[in-house]
């Protein structure tokens, strides 16, 4: 899977159901020690540095992860200090951290831990793309200062990359408080988003928003994942709109705003993408919303616009954008972000941009995992026949992903519903991982039409070596002309033996 900040692929659902996507935890940290003793680990280094750390040491003890820390691993630590911790058990009506319920206090160190080792230089403004042992994510920003005054979500960091063998650590100066509220709680709790939130329940999205989880085995749950743009109370009220019910009465036309073809309900559901966003991760693109085959654009400048076109006025050409408010944006919430901006967004079909769908981001797929028929049919866009999905990392370059079967029986077929594609004339490319043991002959089918044949193996001879197989390669698949702007599928059938293999698909409109 080749990295792009702007590709990225969310299906949405159908009915509108809540946008759910299956997070695989990672509920088990080992905790067997690997080095020797002298040499200096996390809990180590911690330990000799108690003018700084005791009470994260006592807390460590309390939660029995002192070896947790000192376990085999690569990873990123941020350790509040012993003011930290004592700011946050005033704030929280405590006399010391012993007062704290004890699988709080779990939480609250798997919250601070990342398994993969990020030192600052590689930090960038906005979240970090790896998720903390809770599931969450954090976020990084800088001031004025530069490197000199970075902050992990509301904390400075006081001191970074202390390096251990087992990773690295920061010093913060306050303790982070795990996100629990839902993204409907969290817009709830802000004053100056009362209207938008109050028309959450009016539009009968607050079931939606308010989901965090849903417990599919021991060992699979789903978690949600939106991003909001929403308008501050103030942007409502310079319209002459100061209640919820007044924007019922602004934008209902069947006088039910329940219906999903009201109006006020369209204008809420198009103000909701399915998935997680901060402002680092959003590029110029166009983005599905909870607004059936409804997309909002993107576009990065100097800030980050919504829906930017041109318009005539007076014989004039006239700029018309919706821009993202950065100050009161990246607003966290256990199953969500969400953004202000500073004009009403209306639904508004935009122009056809290059769009990338990557087949390893539909909602409900983790890395490393297997997906048998029965398991895909909780993964709404992929289903399989005759083979289980393999998640998995690439044999190209290290962080690459793909999805493979498992199976390289001739018949297994795999079809992906590919999210909302603008109406207009594309070129469209299959790109995927190329190796000796993919199948040699796949039948192509596009929305029930049979677009031909291809090799997954598609063998390649540089000049003056052997047959090469590993490497990223292509196929043209065609030009398509669509008339409506509606979710399409493609289907995979193997009629030679051999794997099947699954990167991503380019859709270019031909006048780019």
């Known amino acids: 899977m080749k990295r ?3 590709i990225v692929i969310f299906l949405m659902l159908i009915s509108l159901m809540p946008v759910l996507i299956i997070f695989s935890c990672r509920d088990n940290i080992s905790d067997e020690v690997f080095f020797e003793e002298d040499e200096l680990l996390i809990t180590d280094y911690l330990g000799q540095h108690t003018d700084k750390y005791s009470t994260l040491i006592k807390v460590l003890e309390i939660t029995d992860l002192k070896n947790t820390l000192n376990a085999y691993g690569h990873y990123t630590f941020f350790a509040p200090d012993n003011n930290a911790f004592s700011e946050f058990c005033a ?3 405590k006399s010391s951290v012993e007062d704290f319920d004890k699988d709080y206090l779990v939480t609250l160190i798997r919250y601070h831990l990342i398994d993969i080792e990020i030192e600052s230089s590689y930090f960038r403004d906005g979240v970090i793309p790896d998720t903390t042992y809770s599931g969450d994510y954090l976020v990084i920003s800088f001031s004025e200062g530069g490197l000199e005054t970075i902050q992990v979500n509301d904390a400075m960091i006081t001191e970074r990359d202390i390096l251990v063998e087992n990773g690295v650590i920061h010093t913060i100066n306050k303790v982070l408080a795990p996100k629990v509220g839902s993204i409907y709680s969290r817009l709830k709790e802000s004053p100056n988003f009362s209207i938008f939130s109050n028309a959450i329940d009016l539009a009968g999205l607050d079931d939606t928003l308010d989901l965090i989880r849903i417990d599919l085995n021991e060992d699979i749950f789903i978690r949600s994942r939106f991003t909001i743009f929403a308008e501050p109370d103030e942007i409502y009220n310079e319209a002459g709109i100061f209640t919820a019910d007044d924007l019922v009465a602004h934008y209902s036309d069947t006088d039910n705003p329940l219906d999903k073809n009201d109006g006020f309900y369209r ?3 198009y103000h909701i993408i ?14 599905p919303t909870l607004l059936q085959n409804t997309l909002v654009n993107a576009k990065l400048g100097d800030n980050i616009y919504l829906n930017w076109h041109i318009v005539q006025e007076n014989g004039q050409p006239v700029e018309k954008f919706i821009t993202v408010i950065e100050e009161e944006s990246n607003q966290q919430a256990k199953n969500g972000v969400f953004h202000a901006i500073d004009t009403i967004l209306e639904p508004w079909e935009p122009s056809p941009v290059r769009m990338t769908f990557d087949f390893t981001d539909y909602q409900g797929l983790s890395m490393g995992r297997i997906y048998t028929e029965k398991d895909l049919k909780d993964i709404d ?7 289980s999905i393999y998640f998995r990392n690439s044999t190209l370059n290290d962080g690459e992903t793909n999805l493979q079967t ?3 029986d001739i018949g297994w077929a795999v079809e992906f519903k590919l999210p909302p594609i603008l109406r207009g004339d594309y070129y469209i490319t299959l790109y995927w991982a190329s190796d000796q ?7 192509l089918v596009w929305d029930s039409f049979a677009l031909g044949t291809i090799s997954l193996v598609h063998n390649k001879r540089w000049p003056d070596t052997e047959w090469l197989y590993n490497y990223n390669t292509s196929t043209f698949i065609g030009r398509f002309q669509f008339a409506e702007t509606e979710s399409h599928t493609i289907k995979f059938i193997a009629l030679k033996p051999g794997l099947g293999c699954f990167d991503y698909i380019e859709i270019l409109p031909v006048d780019k």
């Open 274 to 287: 399915p998935g997680l966003y901060y402002l680092n991760n959003i590029d110029s693109f166009n983005y």
């Open 437 to 443: 043991s993919n199948s040699g002959l796949v039948q």
């Open 4 to 6: 792009r900040a702007y």
């Open 381 to 387: 866009g992929i289903t399989s026949e005759n083979t």
């Open 267 to 269: 204008y809420m559901a």
């Open 406 to 408: 498992t199976s390289s």
């Open 91 to 93: 704030l929280s009506g």
